[in-house]
């Protein structure tokens, strides 16, 4: 009997164990999820966004709170660049100071931010956490951002092409409009000169010379204006 009893309280003793094991195992459901994206491109000077969105099972209230943390490349060190909860509070200190604004709706789920006048040396690691009491534990999403200066080159080709799809058609038309022009102008002055008197086919003729003539003269100064146009913009 003792030793049925003790073998009793050795098997009592197991179940709080096995419960301790059984709750420090198990982890809690994501009820706070958050997303951003992974991989930002973004152009010295030119604002960029990064986006974070989360989705909560509790209302959004005063309690919520979002951060967002910076990592240089190759470092370990982090740094706070935003907080905010119920007003924004981008950081007055350190690389980002007065660079950085609010972007989001936390009752749309959005906290995002953006980043005003970026650059090279803004790249890095960014982090978005958002806690939205009683939901705390979720996943924290990083955000790889890579600045780099818009190239020459990009914007050379840009400029061909536009010439290739706007001036170099428009200059072909002109050109045989040109050309036909001068053929028939040439046989009409040697008709005159050997005393042809022109048909009614040929009067006919003429009135189309005319109306090609107005039309080459319309597209000489639509060329004209493209170009007016062109060097304003650049």
């Not at 979720?138 to 200066?149: A, D, G, K, R, Y």
Request: hydrophobic content about 35%.
């Amino acid at each position: 009997m003792q030793q049925s009893g003790a073998g009793g309280g050795r098997g009592c003793a197991l179940f709080p164990l096995l419960g301790v094991l059984f709750f420090q195992g198990v982890h809690p459901a994501l009820s706070l999820e958050i997303t951003a994206d992974a991989h930002v491109r973004g152009y010295v000077g030119e604002k960029v966004k990064l986006k974070c969105s989360f989705k909560s099972s509790s209302a959004v209230t005063d309690k919520l709170t979002i951060d967002w943390t910076y990592r240089p490349p190759r470092s370990s060190r982090t740094e706070s660049i935003f907080h905010y909860q119920s007003f924004e509070y981008p950081t007055t200190a350190g690389t980002f100071r007065d660079r950085i604004s609010w972007a989001g709706n936390v009752y749309k789920g959005d906290a995002s931010i953006s980043i005003n006048s970026p650059t090279i040396q803004d790249n890095g690691t960014f982090s978005c956490a958002v806690k939205n009491p009683p939901d705390v534990h979720h996943n924290i999403p990083m955000t790889e951002l890579t600045v780099t200066e818009r190239g020459f080159g990009t914007m050379l080709s840009s400029v061909g092409l536009l010439s290739v799809l706007v001036f170099i058609p428009s200059a072909v038309v002109v050109v045989l409009l040109l050309v036909r022009m001068g053929r028939k102008a040439a046989g009409l002055r040697k008709r005159s000169k050997s005393g042809y008197k022109k048909s009614s086919i040929e009067v006919s003729d003429d009135t189309d010379q005319e109306e090609e003539a107005c039309m080459a003269r319309f597209c000489v100064r639509c060329a004209e204006c493209l170009d007016s146009d062109y060097e304003e913009t650049y």
